[in-house]
């Protein structure tokens, strides 16, 4: 027995799925936890693609992380960047001033941000989608491309207008790639009076021999045929080898695009540096099977931002696997309060789903695989029973709803256009980049 | 008759509500229409208070203007910004590159600005509420000072953060102030820990002597009365004289306030000064009585850009008048095509509404008048018939009822949060105003 009160601060550095999950797990626990996102929201990150592809509002997928924790009292929320983690003094820094916020325990669920592969150059050309302002972002351009083409006299550039690359034959890659040219054909056709909409070319590039790689092949050739039908060009062994405003190299060959979307890559949350504990090349941190970081017993790493390998394959990178291990560190932290010892964690795949397009989805259980509409409505189901807060459930139904019924896309507002200029068409690629840079300094007046 | 086919081009300028009105006043016209907006979407105005208030999402009271327009074939839409007017070679010229739009006549219902009285310096700490950008603006100042004030550890800051002066008794004033205090006190308090949101305290500034000088004496008496209700501090007769980012001066008193609105004044649309037209103090053009500029018969001025004199009063800067005027305008352009006389424009006032927070409103007909709860319920009513599409009917209509029954705002995403870095309070206020703007600087990196 402890001869004086000690009651433990828990801070949690996220909130995702990982970070979320963790302060559930501690809701009654005698410990004080603090909870610490940049952001005020947690976001559901399965139906980003929904938010890019203008189905969804962004604020149907969010919802602030002090509502979700409104009741849990002993739990207190801190809109706030960590900057720095001091493993002696046990203190995380936060914001320019680098408040101190101590802890005894520390879970660490940053997340990750999309990669490429030490082309950072690339990224003013090709967004990635992991934040909501990103999905924001994809869907002012993608909309933007269409008004362009409209205004547009050339033929040539118009069509290039209407021309999308999404690199990456991930799940991400797939759900923008399928669920542009529906609304590029039926919501957005009888809308223009210059271009025909339903032009549109989306191409998928995917470096490796198919898509979808951690579904069976059987599943995933499925999903290759299902993007054919809607429209889109898959293209698999295609290494990408430069992107630049009007268009994506592939080895030698050009595509002419003047949209493309980035879903290739992942890189870890920088924050993972701050650990001075083993990484992997994605920046993800090594952990023990307690998912604690080695030689740190207080401080666990959870999410994406974590690699720890089981029968020879790393716990996928997925919000059920964060939501698993935000749980489970959480447990440990109690395990180890109770002065029980701390266990391993073991994750259990309760299934993958991945969405193509309208009416077509893939769905693994392992014992069972399926495609096509009985998937397509699990995917729905599944969705909607994961989405955070009533309100959030209710309102995205109804935008499902008239989505399926009206074949409209209900969110086609462009914001902030002055944020994004698309460059022009007639120089030469070279110009064209100091083009665009001279006008992202323009619009920063 | 005619001895060759003319099929005039009518190119009208602006998507609200005047220029809406005009395009569709000219569905089944022998004539060629371009709609020129900025953006790409109708804005709802009169529920703008309410995405700054974070009750609604900003694509609820928005519309794509080609989608609101897609099956009137003789009418295309561009989204493309106004730069010249040549009377001469009756040409507008948009965007960078000045591209020529030729009309044979010319509808301008470009709107108006929020306006400093010529104190633009005030504008980065008092942001107005005219489009959907000022409205997330609004709502991430309002969101983010109560996260600055829970991370705040000294109580006269917090106080500070959690003060909130709008400035301006007209209806966005009273609908903005109005509706702060309940999320403020209702919907926030149970999700803060350090802070007490019921200590919120908010401020609506009047210059004249009585807020709401429109409506008639007795209904703005009862608004000033449920405000106070409310708990919204009203202050009449007074001036504001400088506005900086920790308050408002008033004469010689300073308001202590780290969040300012402003909803004071409204200046016409610079695109005003195109024209070489007589314009009054706030920059609108005087228009004759058949809405055309005085010397340029086949040019029309409506809406919030222009200015008429009708039994000794102006028509009024509201949406109803706008649209009255933009449908007029264009049938006085059907009625020269089939050479019949022009008439003169008749405001007809159907009747005015504010609201004043959950559950108060006033109305007046002039025939009757009445406030409180039946006045809320026809305000519901009238804007849910009015507002654009099935979809975002029946979204704000679920919106409302939820926030109605539960006490919540329903839309408390804070996205963008480097665009507004508030400054830091222990200086003086001259520094201040400094650091503000390096912030502001190095917030464009």
Redesign the interface.
């Given at each position: 027995m402890p001869d004086k009160p000690f009651r433990p601060r828990v801070v949690i550095i996220g909130g995702g799925f990982g970070g979320l999950a963790a302060a559930r797990a501690l809701k009654r626990a005698n410990v004080d936890v603090t909870l610490i996102d940049?952001?005020?929201?947690f976001t559901f990150q399965p139906l980003l693609y929904q938010v890019a592809t203008a189905a969804l509002?962004?604020?149907?997928i969010?919802s602030?992380l002090?509502?979700i924790l409104?009741?849990q009292k002993n739990t207190?929320?801190?809109?706030?960047e960590a900057r720095e983690i001091d493993v002696v003094h046990r203190v995380v820094r936060v914001?320019d001033e680098l408040?101190e916020i101590p802890y005894d325990y520390l879970i660490v669920a940053a997340g990750a941000r999309h990669a490429y592969f030490g082309h950072d150059e690339w990224e003013p050309y090709a967004p990635g989608l992991k934040a909501?302002?990103d999905a924001?972002e994809i869907r002012r351009r993608f909309?933007l491309a269409f008004?362009l083409a409209?205004?547009s006299g050339d033929a040539r550039e118009q069509q290039e207008y209407m021309t999308f690359v999404v690199v990456g034959g991930g799940p991400t890659g797939v759900e923008l790639s399928g669920a542009f040219p529906f609304i590029a054909r039926k919501a957005l056709a009888?809308?223009?009076?210059?271009i025909d909409t339903r032009k549109t070319r989306v191409i998928l590039i995917e470096a490796g021999p198919r898509i979808l790689p951690t579904f069976p092949e059987s599943l995933a050739a499925r999903a290759a045929r299902d993007l054919g039908d809607l429209g889109v060009e898959v293209r698999v062994n295609s290494a990408v080898t430069g992107v630049e405003p009007d268009g994506v190299w592939i080895g030698a060959e050009k595509l002419r695009a003047r949209t493309t979307f980035w879903a290739a890559g992942n890189n870890a949350s920088p924050l993972g540096k701050l650990l001075d504990s083993p990484r992997d090349r994605a920046g993800r941190i090594q952990v023990s099977p307690d998912l604690s970081v080695p030689g740190h017993p207080e401080i666990f790493v959870v999410g994406d931002l974590s690699i720890l390998v089981q029968d020879g394959r790393p716990v996928p990178g997925v919000g059920p696997a964060a939501i698993q291990e935000g749980s489970f560190a959480a447990k440990n932290v109690l395990r180890e309060l109770r002065r029980q010892p701390r266990k391993n964690f073991r994750y259990r795949n309760k299934g993958d789903l991945a969405t193509i397009g309208r009416s077509r989805a893939i769905a693994d259980f392992g014992w069972v695989r399926f495609a096509g509409r009985p998937a397509w409505f699990l995917w729905l189901f599944v969705h909607i029973m994961y989405l955070v807060g009533f309100?959030n459930r209710?309102?995205v139904l109804?935008?499902w709803a008239?989505a399926y019924f009206?074949y409209?896309a209900?969110?086609?507002?462009?914001?902030?256009?002055e944020r994004y200029k698309p460059p022009s068409a007639d120089t030469s690629a070279a110009t064209r980049i100091d083009e665009w840079e001279t006008t992202l300094m323009q619009s920063?007046k």
């Open positions: 940049r952001t005020n929201h509002a962004p604020s149907e969010t602030p002090r509502y409104r009741r207190e929320v801190l809109m706030a914001d408040k909501i302002e924001s909309l008004e409209e205004k009888p809308d223009f009076r210059r309100r209710i309102v109804i935008e008239y009206t409209q209900g969110v086609r507002l462009i914001t902030d256009v920063k």
